[in-house]
């Protein structure tokens, strides 16, 4: 169960509700007064919600809601609900994203690759996430590029979890505005997941003073900061983060337990020569950073009708299947 932050277990419901999704736009919103919080509750047609993040957006307050039984997210303004009655633990306990959030943040820790590595279920493809860590070269368009020809005529663009770094979208706009545009253009369908705002790396220091665990790191701030700069450009935070470095201890697990987030790693880092298989989380650089493992994802992706990409959230539900 979780027990890092209270839960209060209370009663969504919806008063004349349309779900207000940010915007996908390039244009930057005001985020402030941004905070965790953990809400359970249902909406008018009963399905249990979770509310992780309170904020404000142009002064207008927010909630950044998650589905636990889809893991989508989306983001809700706080006047569309009234807020009363109870949940219980065990129903609560029974979602997939609890479930999931139990899971994959329980010690013991392994220093490297710690969560969910791949689909709990048998799925029809494969997952892949690409990092965008901070670097000073182009992003790989053409990979994105041809990504996108991928759902080229079709309703839904193609699956794509982005591992994504604050700095790297300060310092890569007119890159992150052309992602957003391929969005825009239901080429990519895109998970936003949290790769920290800053990413520390120190090269030569071993991996239990590196990345995050290196002295001085605040967590909730590397999280946050992140999570306000996708809202801003109106982009959507997921609930999953991926360890910089793949390196975590049991310290930050709990922390990042507390800000109901499910840490993803990978099985098939494909710069390492790690094989995917059905079900796989497929691992690549799309920061200009790793070109071997953009030209392996290329390899793969050349037969489309023989690899199919899901969305990162069916490997935790059993709609995946």
């Not at 992003?139 to 041809?146: G, P, Q």
């Not at 193609?158 to 007119?174: C, F, L, Q, Y």
Request: net charge positive; with cysteine; charged share 20%.
């Amino acid at each position: 169960m979780i027990s890092v932050r209270p839960i209060h277990f209370i009663f969504f419901f919806l008063v004349s509700l349309i779900f207000t999704y940010a915007p996908l736009a390039a244009e930057t919103a005001a985020i402030t007064d941004y905070r965790p919080i953990f809400r359970a509750g249902r909406d008018s047609s009963g399905q249990i919600r979770i509310a992780i993040r309170k904020y404000n957006s142009n002064s207008i307050p927010y909630f950044l809601i998650v589905n636990p039984a889809s893991m989508d997210t989306f983001a809700v303004k706080a006047s569309a609900f009234n807020f009363s009655g109870d949940i219980s633990l065990d129903a609560l306990r029974k979602t997939s994203f609890v479930k999931a959030l139990d899971r994959y943040t329980a010690l013991p820790c392994k220093l490297q690759n710690h969560g969910a590595v791949r689909a709990e279920y048998p799925v029809p493809g494969m997952f892949l996430t690409v990092d965008l860590c901070p670097s000073r070269r182009p992003f790989e368009k053409l990979f994105f590029t041809i990504l996108g020809d991928l759902c080229s005529g079709k309703r839904v663009g193609t699956p794509v979890a982005i591992a994504v770094t604050g700095k790297w979208m300060e310092n890569h706009r007119d890159e992150l505005v052309w992602i957003i545009q391929q969005i825009r253009e239901r080429r990519l369908a895109v998970t936003w997941v949290n790769h920290s705002a800053t990413h520390p790396y120190n090269p030569g220091v071993p991996l239990e003073r590196n990345f995050l665990l290196s002295p001085g790191i605040d967590l909730e701030h590397e999280v946050l900061e992140t999570e306000q700069l996708l809202l801003k450009n109106g982009l959507i935070p997921s609930p999953f983060f991926r360890f910089p470095g793949l390196v975590a201890d049991g310290k930050l697990l709990q922390e990042l337990r507390g800000l109901a987030l499910i840490p993803v790693g990978s099985d098939a880092w494909l710069a390492k020569g790690e094989i995917p298989t059905s079900g796989s989380f497929i691992l690549v650089h799309g920061n200009g950073n790793e070109p071997l493992g953009i030209s392996k994802v290329l390899q793969l992706l050349h037969n489309p009708g023989e690899v199919k990409m899901l969305p990162l959230g069916d490997a935790f539900t059993a709609s995946g299947k």
